[in-house]
């Protein structure tokens, strides 16, 4: 699988450096289930995706909804067993530990940008 670092272009801030991508069925179907952890740095890039959810979840996430060009345009946090909101404009959505989304000063609004690392 693809590992990507991303970058809150807008706020010169670091938002995870072991991101992997899941742009296939497969891997966007298996998610995060399974997981019991992710560790600072880590997380999940869901493209193309609209909507998320924590069925059968172990772990509570930060949600970060992207649009075409990478813009978030909603984040929301995301409990085991609980449907985030679907949001039409939405490209991608990438899965964060808590917290990081404040540590990294991330907003609605601001540009992240994806390197393979």
């Known amino acids: 699988m693809v590992e990507l670092t991303?970058?809150?272009?807008s706020k010169d801030t670091c938002v995870g450096t072991k991101i992997r991508l899941a742009n296939s069925?497969?891997?966007r179907?298996?998610?995060l289930l399974g997981v019991k952890n992710l560790a600072r740095g880590e997380?999940?890039?869901l493209s193309p995706c609209q909507m998320v959810h924590g069925l059968g979840m172990r772990l509570s996430i930060e949600a970060v909804?992207?649009?075409g060009d990478g813009r978030v345009i909603g984040i929301y946090k995301l409990k085991p067993g609980c449907l985030g909101p679907f949001l039409r404009r939405a490209a991608q959505v990438?899965?964060?530990?808590l917290g990081t989304v404040s540590d990294s000063a991330t907003e609605i609004g601001d540009l992240l940008q994806s390197t393979r690392t």
Do not use: A, H
Not at 6 to 9: F, G, K, L, M, Y
Not at 94 to 97: I, R
């Open 29 to 31: 179907l298996r998610g």
């Open 43 to 45: 997380g999940l890039l």
């Open 6 to 9: 991303v970058t809150n272009i």
């Open 65 to 67: 909804y992207l649009d």
């Open 25 to 27: 069925f497969w891997s």
């Open 94 to 97: 990438l899965e964060l530990p």
